[in-house]
């Protein structure tokens, strides 16, 4: 069966700290593969995506992630976070069927 | 333009009744997705609707859980005879046919309390 994992369930980062946030999944055909980010009291809305060519997609609010197949990984990383960027963030993995298959989300927590 | 909806925001209810929660995705969306996030977990697939073809409902946890689509348009996950296991958030997203990629939009959610 088709698993995420995001081994970091909880980070806290200061203000211009780099971030990376590690996704899995298992999964040995064609993937199709998300960040969702859940800001506090919102919804979840869609931060970057990866369906094919360049491994390296960015996204918004200056975020961005790398496909390594060879590792079925698809990190989420940001060069400075800021106090905004306070929220859960779910990596997501379409496999074969139409759903989506999420992770246990991580939260990251930015200190001013 | 307008998102998805689902009402009701908050619902409460005593073990053992229905309860019955409503979704309106995004207009011309033709997939509908349920899903469930327990406290502490990741979303869990339910059930994914699809136009007129027939429902995909290999992530529906038990007999008591079911859902109705109109056409393309509002979807109802009803669950009988409440359980406190199914306290959770439950999430709808919808999705376009003409989208490649398949993204997904989600609703503000309906947090369940089974008391």
């Known amino acids: 069966a088709q698993s995420v994992s995001q081994h970091n369930h909880h980070v806290i980062l200061s203000e211009a700290a780099s971030l990376e946030l590690g996704c899995n999944y298992s999964?040995?055909?064609?993937?199709?593969l998300f960040w969702y980010v859940q800001y506090p009291g919102q919804h979840l809305q869609l931060l970057l995506k990866?369906?094919?060519?360049?491994?390296l997609v960015k996204g918004i609010k200056g975020f961005e992630a790398e496909f390594i197949k060879s590792k079925f990984s698809f990190n989420l990383r940001k060069p400075s976070v800021q106090w905004s960027d306070t929220a859960e963030y779910f990596c997501a993995v379409r496999a074969g069927a139409n759903n989506l298959f999420f992770g246990t989300g991580t939260r990251l927590t930015v200190i001013p | 333009g307008a998102g998805v909806s689902q009402s009701p925001s908050n619902k409460v209810t005593e073990k053992g009744k229905d309860v019955e929660l409503r979704c309106d995705p995004i207009s011309g969306h033709t997939a509908l997705y349920w899903y469930r996030q327990r406290l502490g977990q990741g979303l869990e697939f339910l059930i994914y609707?699809?136009?007129?073809?027939?429902?995909?409902k290999s992530g529906l946890p038990s007999d008591r859980f079911s859902a109705e689509r109109t056409g393309e348009s509002v979807s109802t996950l009803t669950i009988q005879r409440t359980q406190q296991e199914d306290s959770a958030v439950y999430l709808c997203a919808s999705s376009s046919a003409w989208d490649s990629s398949y993204e997904q939009y989600f609703g503000p959610g309906t947090r369940l309390t089974v008391t």
């Open positions: 999964y040995g055909g064609t993937v199709n």
């Open positions: 609707f699809q136009g007129n073809s027939a429902p995909d």
């Open positions: 990866y369906f094919s060519g360049d491994p």
